[in-house]
Nanobody, 115 residues
Framework: QVQLLESGGGLVQAGGSLRLSCVAS????????MGWYRQAPGKQRELVAT???????NYADSVKGRFTISSVYAVNTVYLEMNSLKPEDTAVYYC?????????WGKGTRVTVSS
């Protein structure tokens, strides 16, 4: 069984910054991909950013230039540095790990950006 624990969410003013962290624990084999998704009220869950074990990154257009994903695969940890936050970034942010073709999700951490 795999557990993902996110942390770092909170309330911040527009233009501010937050750093999210996610640590995986349990029965972990080779992690192929780690990433972040988010779900705003009344909307579907959407991609924020992903990073492969080889270091390749992918970002949603809406966060390019403002958010940075990084990881330490050796300790099953992924980070999301979020700068220049906007009210539209308000959402619950979910951590994703992909192992052997299966996706594992955290329970989410809430980010609220006030205007």
């Amino acid at each position: 069984q795999v557990q993902l624990l996110e942390s770092g969410g909170g309330l911040v003013q527009a233009g501010g910054s937050l750093r999210l962290s996610c640590v995986a624990s349990g029965t972990i084999f080779s992690i192929d991909l780690m990433g972040w998704y988010r779900q705003a009220p009344g909307k579907q869950r959407e991609l924020v950013a992903t990073i492969t074990s080889g270091g390749s990154t992918n970002y949603a257009d809406s966060v390019k230039g403002r958010f940075t994903i990084s990881s330490v695969y050796a300790v099953n940890t992924v980070y999301l540095e979020m700068n220049s936050l906007k009210p539209e970034d308000t959402a619950v942010y979910y951590c994703l790990n992909t192992m052997n073709g299966r996706n594992y999700w955290g329970k989410g951490t809430r980010v609220t950006v006030s205007s």
